[in-house]
């Protein structure tokens, strides 16, 4: 029975980013249909942000009116919702609408917002929804969520999304005579271009299977409120699985001490959860959350082009592949080996941050980084995303367990400052990126650099 629990855990979590990590590998195949071209990931980036509308509603409903707002209830129906615009996505996303004289993707953009609602309401709602069952499927929710981006990112590489070849430019000029009536004698155009290569199948197909994938996560959502053998993992005594709220107001589990706390022997540090920590541990433990998050949902992935691309189109793709790999392997290995100690928090974030440091460098020396041309250069970039999403995850779950047991609410802030975390990191990267122009994209038949 805890092997159900561990699976339907596992499937719950895969729901809560599935949606907006599989739209966001499909890009290179949407773009060619759109009118934004490449601008079109820039404003998604924006959509995505302004979407963090429904977790602030939600932490505020916790905040002012505790007990009112029905976890269940609101899972039920943002997963549902969540089903509705993934399906809808698979008909309308290529349509356009003229906006003052000019065609944009107006459907696209606007089940984008949908689907990035409920994207960011899990963050508030399903980790909490958790504190119902015991502590050891906390780690296997976080499996599940790291593969929200790696089955995604997996069914792309089948698709064959971002499969290219090197040709030469005068090639693609000849195929065009009218483009090759403009281009003067004198012009050069004997250089490689990447030309991509068509799918493997739709992007209509990749979006149900999309759909499909939100149709299991509420599935298994039903099955832990309900399968008999589930209920007898939950942290409750009660034999059913009515709202969290209700039964964290009943029960007070915020009173469950810390692993080395021992009550009536130490006094209280502070009025959060159980005590354990001052308040000023609270503030270091959440700071670290909202960085890590800053770093590894907007910061660097908004870079990734460009720190990848200048070694090849295959180095950019197992970076992104590597990267969804690595979450989940991170959190499998809490499964077996967690210390709870801010000292491990500081010191793993530090190395990560060092690592995103190097990525950073590279991507703002593009497209002519150190190691350029040596298959080295690749490889080492392709590690550094791993062991960056690999450390900074580990950070995250770590975080994740100890406020578990400081709380239903320390949960909800939890998700709140995740939010707050990818947040920052989008308004701070955005104008770097599409107005200031700090970046040159790579180029992935890149021969000229020295």
């Known amino acids: 029975?805890?092997?159900?629990?561990?699976?339907?855990?596992?499937l719950f979590g895969m729901g809560s980013w599935v949606t907006i990590c599989g739209l966001w590998v499909e890009i290179p195949l949407i773009v060619s249909h759109t009118?934004?071209?490449?601008?079109l990931p820039s404003y998604l980036s924006v959509i995505v942000q302004i979407a963090n509308i429904g977790p602030l509603f939600v932490t505020l409903m916790h905040r002012f009116r505790p007990g009112t707002l029905k976890e269940?209830?609101?899972i039920y129906f943002i997963v549902s919702f969540g089903i509705l615009a993934s399906f809808l996505l698979a008909f309308f996303w290529s349509e356009r609408v003229e906006v003052q004289g000019v065609d944009r993707s107006v459907p696209l953009l606007l089940l984008t917002f949908f689907i990035s609602i409920v994207d960011c309401t899990s963050s508030v709602t399903f980790l909490p929804f958790m504190m119902q069952l015991k502590t050891k499927y906390l780690t296997t929710y976080y499996i599940g969520e790291g593969l929200s981006g790696l089955v995604p990112a997996l069914v792309a590489m089948v698709q064959g999304v971002g499969v290219m070849d090197c040709v030469n430019a005068s090639q693609i000029l000849g195929s065009n005579e009218t483009l090759l009536?403009?281009?003067n004698a004198s012009d050069h155009v004997d250089y490689l271009v990447p030309q991509y290569q068509p799918a493997n199948f739709s992007v209509e197909a990749y979006f149900f299977l999309l759909t499909a994938m939100m149709v299991v996560c509420l599935?298994?959502?039903?099955?832990?409120?309900?399968?008999?053998?589930?209920?007898?993992?939950?942290?409750?005594?009660h034999n059913n699985a009515g709202d969290s709220i209700s039964q964290w107001k009943t029960k007070r589990t915020e009173q469950k001490p810390m692993i080395g706390f021992h009550r009536g022997h130490d006094k209280p540090?502070?009025?959060?959860?159980?005590?354990?920590?001052?308040?000023?541990?609270?503030?270091?433990?959440?700071?670290?959350?909202?960085?890590?998050?800053?770093?590894?949902?907007?910061?660097?992935?908004s870079v990734q082009s460009y720190s990848c691309l200048p070694y090849g189109n295959q180095a950019y793709h197992w970076s992104a592949t590597m990267a969804n790999v690595a979450n989940p392997v991170a959190c499998f290995i809490t499964m077996f080996y967690l210390r709870r100690s801010l000292v491990l928090l500081g010191l793993l974030t530090s190395v990560g941050s060092l690592i995103g440091v190097y990525i950073m460098g590279v991507a703002v020396s593009s497209p002519c980084p150190l190691l350029v041309n040596e298959t080295s250069g690749a490889v080492l970039m392709v590690l550094a995303w791993f062991f960056f999403i690999f450390i900074l995850s580990f950070v995250k779950v770590i975080i994740?367990?100890?406020?578990?047991?400081?709380?239903?609410?320390?949960?909800?802030?939890?998700g709140a400052v995740v939010q707050i975390g990818s947040m920052l990191g989008a308004v701070t990267m955005f104008p770097l990126v599409n107005v200031y122009d700090l970046f040159t994209s790579g180029d992935p038949c890149n021969k000229h650099c020295i």
């Open 181 to 183: 009536q403009h281009v």
């Open 72 to 74: 269940t209830a609101v």
């Open 1 to 10: 029975m805890s092997v159900l629990t561990h699976v339907l855990a596992c």
């Open 400 to 414: 994740a367990v100890i406020l578990r047991d400081e709380g239903h609410s320390a949960l909800v802030w939890c």
């Open 269 to 301: 540090k502070s009025s959060f959860g159980t005590g354990k920590y001052s308040w000023l541990q609270v503030v270091y433990i959440y700071v670290i959350l909202a960085w890590v998050n800053g770093l590894t949902n907007t910061l660097l992935p």
């Open 219 to 237: 599935v298994a959502f039903v099955l832990l409120n309900n399968h008999p053998a589930v209920l007898k993992e939950h942290e409750t005594k």
């Open 35 to 39: 009118p934004e071209g490449w601008y």
